[in-house]
């Protein structure tokens, strides 16, 4: 080779070298978070904004992948037994915390049995487990008393709690009282020292973290990280945020309400999407235990009035930000069926209202009235049930007034309720075994505390079986038996809808928002 | 004597910080809303709610907790954030140097346009100068803070992108990009205050502007400007001096607003987040520090009035 070529050669490795370098030196990323996290304690809360920043510090054994199907994640292999009762797992290699401790297979069980103990799935899963232990440093054992077709699902949960993996002598504390140390093995380290609660959460690329090999996708694969840092920055004016977005102040503005969202993609320099194909599942919950919802002909009477449509008109008149399903399972769902569904017909409410025999009690709706989407709902709803035949009383309060009011199983006069209107998050309403809104096993099931045997029979049905085709079969039963028990009336599916700077590529969109795989251009 | 002044003053507003200290507890152990529902999460049920409250000991009676809380002032802290776990004084203190920032710019602004226009608008009463700041002045008492500071937004951030959108830089920074972020939001905050002071000084002066010694002082030869600025002003500082002090509680309040719009992460924002989520000690820290405030602003102008009046003793 002459000295002309081998000058190239070194000049061109060496671009190439700085450009890889440059190419991983991605600087800040300014994002706007849909809210604010309560607690840095992911294990014992199901509220979503802790689960988006639990994702971003720790990491999990599997992840479901965007077809939402678990995939190993920490885990390097696993086997199951033939007999469906022994699984073992055995750790990546090179995985290690925060604190530069190795991630190890006592870890992984520890914090398994913290997350089992708040989440129902969890539940289910130690229910029906034998032993749980670490075999050696990278593998541990999980013995079940029968086979159970959810193992893999539970340990790949994405929706809060999720099931993140913390060191042992964290885990191995009770859950009676939020973790007080960030110690996590994931792609970014949470920067405590620069927290300013309801302000600002700074999280730091973690130069230790070893991404699978596979593409990202959904919450699984690779998560590699471009940028060094990013910035959640707490912009409660959802108008300012939009305005700093635009002019470049930020770079990813999260759930953009949808009264800007025409704005947002009118404006140059910014791209608008929804999050994800999942959504949140808008809903009219009912309290089973008081009249006049305690009475099932009311509550199929409210099914028959409500038109999906309208009522996300009365929030958006953008289609493509929602999607009526006309079932209890979101459209995404494997499991989706409008099987015996019944379309919206105000006269036959009003029929089976006076069928019921209802007596004129008032239907107290409780409205967080600076929610816009809730406050839109509730007003809707008032006519709605009014224009059927029942008296209603619109009782405006904050949310965290509803979040306690809802809690109370008297009656009206001593502070009960007899609807609140609410959007959880779409992975809870996919398959019928974690399926909160069809949960019907009375004091355990979420507020309204449906009270069912065949629907508890049906969801317990679907979790010993791993026949696919039985469990479709068995999802449509429980959806015809839920259209004659009604404990909650599915109004539509709402995508949040995103906005972020045009020259962010790469991103993934699994149902919560992820900053590994993006980068700048 | 003065001393004494202020040393009894200071003794008088411990009684009533323990009124307010035990109104704030009161209020809030009755209104509705629990923050134990609120972090368990929308899909907790009733007993895990039950079981976080009582980990936060928010299940014990009022007035163990009230006497905790006591016991935690009297030791020099505020408690603790039900949500982050960090000091309330920790809180507060993070969130005072933006708040501060934007009250004392907010103030000077107000005081360095205010002052004078209303000085102006007193000597030229009647005339369009007159008018034109009396309608300014309605203006600012009018329109509210959040739609003035969206205006300013648009136009200057947005449209012009001369300033920032929103955010602040602390001073150590560098004073340019702290005072950049920091004048939008002053502007927006100053309306209301320059309104009410220019009003109350163009009033005062009008009272003071009719009296002998003022005719005298024109008949002796002295300047219009002297006159206005050196001889009626102090005489006719008492009352502005008094709205200055009083408009500390508007900036308070209306900082409230421009911190949201602007998304300063001051006191203003610390309070409604913690309202709304019921974090309990930081509302009951954070209304305990500005009562301590308040008080000390009335000590403040209390004690100016004896410099500018000698006809004033304690």
New interface residues.
């Given amino acids: 080779m002459n000295k002309l070529t081998k000058l190239v050669a070194t000049l061109g490795i060496g671009i190439a070298l700085l450009t890889a370098l440059n190419a991983n030196a991605q600087g800040v990323l300014k994002v706007r978070p849909s809210g604010d996290v309560k607690t840095l304690d992911p294990h014992i809360t199901s509220d979503s904004m802790v689960r988006n920043y639990a994702y971003m510090v720790y990491d999990t054994l599997f992840a479901m992948d965007d077809k939402l199907q678990p995939q190993p994640q920490m885990v390097d292999q696993w086997d199951r037994s033939a007999d469906g009762k022994v699984y073992t797992f055995t750790l990546r290699d090179g995985l290690k915390f925060h604190d530069g401790q190795s991630v190890t297979a006592a870890d992984a069980v520890a914090s398994i049995k913290r997350w089992a103990q708040k989440d129902g799935l969890g539940q289910q899963l130690i229910s029906h487990t034998q032993a749980l232990e670490a075999l050696n440093a990278k593998t541990f054992k999980l013995t079940l008393n029968k086979p159970w077709g959810l193992v893999l699902d539970a340990l790949a949960k994405p929706g809060a709690p999720v099931p993140f993996i913390m060191p042992a002598k964290v885990a191995e504390s009770s859950t009676d009282k939020a973790i007080d140390s960030v110690v996590g093995s994931g792609p970014f380290m949470f920067k405590r020292d620069e927290w300013s609660p309801g302000s600002r959460l700074v999280f730091v690329r973690n130069p230790n973290y070893v991404p699978r090999t596979e593409p990202p996708s959904g919450f699984a694969g690779g998560k590699k990280v471009y940028f060094d840092r990013v910035e959640w920055l707490i912009i409660n004016d959802h108008q300012t945020a939009l305005d700093a977005l635009r002019k470049g102040e930020l770079d990813v503005h999260e759930e953009i309400a949808a009264d800007l969202v025409e704005s947002a993609k009118k404006s140059s320099g910014v791209k608008v999407v929804n999050q994800d194909n999942i959504g949140v599942a808008q809903q009219i919950r009912m309290n089973s235990l008081q009249p006049p919802l305690n009475n099932a002909k009311v509550r199929q009477a409210i099914l028959r009035a409500v038109n999906g449509s309208e009522f996300m008109q009365a929030v958006t008149d953008d289609t493509s930000q929602y999607k009526v399903c006309a079932s209890f399972y979101v459209c995404s769902s494997p499991y989706f069926t409008t099987a015996g569904f019944p379309k919206p017909d105000l006269e036959a409410a009003k029929k089976l209202v006076k069928e019921s025999g209802y007596d004129g009690t008032p239907v107290v709706l409780l409205d967080a009235a600076e929610n816009a989407n809730i406050h839109a709902f509730v007003s809707y709803a008032d006519q709605v049930l009014r224009s059927i035949g029942l008296k209603t009383d619109v009782q405006a309060m904050d949310w965290a007034t509803v979040t306690s009011r809802r809690t109370n199983k008297e009656p009206m006069s001593k502070g009960g309720w007899s609807i609140f209107i609410s959007g959880p998050g779409g992975l809870d309403f996919m398959e019928p075994n974690s399926h909160l809104g069809l949960r019907s096993n009375c004091d355990k099931a979420w507020f309204g505390w449906p009270c069912d045997e065949q629907i508890e029979k049906l969801r317990a049905e679907f979790t010993e079986t791993s026949d696919a085709a039985k469990r479709k079969e068995i999802a449509a039963s429980l959806q015809r038996r839920a259209l004659e028990v009604v404990p909650y009336v599915p109004i539509a599916v709402q995508y949040q809808v995103r906005a972020y700077r045009a020259n962010l590529v790469g991103q993934v969109n699994p149902p919560a928002p992820v900053y590994w795989a993006m980068r700048r251009q | 004597m003065l001393l004494n002044a202020i040393l009894k003053r200071l003794l008088a507003t411990v009684p009533v910080l323990l009124g307010v200290a035990l109104f704030v507890f009161s209020l809030l152990y009755i209104i509705?809303?629990?923050?134990a529902?609120?972090?368990?999460?929308?899909?907790?049920?009733?007993e895990?709610?039950a079981?976080?409250r009582?980990?936060l000991g928010l299940d014990r009676s009022f007035w163990v907790r009230f006497a905790e809380w006591l016991l935690q002032i009297l030791h020099g802290e505020l408690g603790t954030?039900i949500?982050?776990?960090?000091s309330v004084s920790h809180?507060i203190g993070?969130?005072l140097g933006p708040t501060l920032s934007l009250m004392s710019l907010t103030l000077v602004v107000a005081i360095v346009v205010a002052v004078p226009m209303g000085v102006l608008a007193a000597w030229k009463q009647g005339t369009m100068l007159d008018r034109l700041t009396m309608m300014g002045a309605v203006f600012g008492f009018s329109v509210p803070v959040f739609v003035v500071g969206?205006l300013l937004?648009?136009v200057f951030?947005?449209e012009l992108?001369w300033l920032?959108?929103?955010?602040y830089r602390p001073l150590s920074d560098g004073i340019w990009e702290w005072l950049r972020h920091l004048i939008l939001p002053s502007v927006a905050l100053g309306g209301i205050y320059i309104a009410l002071i220019a009003r109350i000084t163009r009033t005062a002066m009008l009272e003071v502007l009719s009296q002998d010694y003022v005719r005298t002082a024109k008949a002796k030869g002295l300047g219009q400007m002297n006159i206005l600025f050196r001889h009626a002003l102090k005489n006719a500082a008492v009352p502005v001096v008094t709205v200055i002090g009083i408009g500390v509680a508007l900036l308070i309040g209306g900082a409230v607003a421009t911190e949201?719009?602007?998304?300063i992460?001051g006191l203003g924002?610390?309070t409604v987040?913690a309202i709304?989520?019921?974090d309990y000690p930081i509302i009951q820290g954070v209304i305990l520090f500005f009562s301590m405030v308040y008080l000390l602003v009335n000590l403040v102008v209390d004690m100016l009035y004896v410099i500018l009046d000698p006809r004033i003793r304690y």
């Fill in positions: 509705p809303g629990d923050p529902a609120l972090i368990a999460g929308d899909t907790a049920t009733p895990e709610i079981r976080i009582s980990s954030s949500f982050s776990g960090m809180l993070q969130r969206y937004a648009y951030a947005v992108s920032p959108v929103q955010g949201s719009v602007f998304s992460p924002r610390l987040d709304l989520r019921r």
